[in-house]
């Protein structure tokens, strides 16, 4: 779920922004479906918090993407309601995975900022076609130096800490937190791979 709005809401909003973001009630309304359902209960409390991560991808990736600095706290919209959720022990599934999430993505953002791939970023938002080649070839040389490669061993080995750890406690929340963090990594080596294929 946590690549799911990277590899197929990014792309759709680009093109319709509005369906997009129209989407979200509907996402929100199959997940209070499921969870009133016993067997299908997590799936929904899932999808619930993964309601949250899509909100935000819809506003920012359709709106905002021009800055970067807007990312985060767009990405940071459902906190208030998560951690009410958590307080309440409501939801707790769902609210953990978007956690879980929000962190992956945070610390994603932290490695730009540290290795300075921001200026790749708003020429990115902004190229089309075969203009993005030199852009993502010029980013993946600043990956390559020594700070950006010692930089990514260690948010990768914060990542791992922080995914692995919640594994040991044996409640359905942590590992959605987990699964979602652990995902993290996945995508940004996606993302890497992708931009050496560009």
């Known amino acids: 779920m946590v690549s799911v709005p990277v590899f197929i809401q990014t792309p759709l909003v680009r093109l319709v922004p509005w369906v997009s973001l129209l ?11 499921l969870r009133s359902r016993f067997p299908s ?20 990736w359709g ?11 767009v990405e940071a919209i ?9 307080i309440q022990r409501r939801n707790q599934i ?13 610390i994603t953002d932290l490695y730009f900022y ?8 708003r020429m990115l938002m902004q190229s089309e076609g075969e203009s993005v080649q030199p852009i993502f070839q010029a980013a993946l040389a600043q990956m390559q130096t020594t700070w950006g490669i010692t930089w990514a061993g260690l948010l990768a080995g914060v990542l791992l800490g922080v995914g692995i750890l919640p594994l ?23 993302f890497w791979l992708a931009a050496i294929a560009a």
């Open 23 to 33: 989407l979200t009630p509907a996402l929100a309304m199959l997940g209070v479906w």
């Open 41 to 60: 209960r997590w799936w929904g409390d899932l999808l619930l918090g993964f309601t949250w991560t899509w909100l935000a991808g819809a506003l920012y």
């Open 63 to 73: 709106w905002l993407r021009w800055e970067p600095f807007l990312h985060l706290p």
């Open 78 to 86: 459902g906190v208030p309601f998560a951690v009410w959720g958590i």
């Open 94 to 106: 769902g609210h953990f995975f978007y956690l879980g999430s929000l962190l992956g993505t945070a």
């Open 114 to 121: 540290l290795v300075s791939l921001i200026p790749y970023w």
């Open 168 to 190: 040991q406690f044996r409640r359905c929340y942590w590992w959605a937190f987990s699964g979602a963090v652990l995902s993290t990594i996945l995508v940004d080596a996606l």
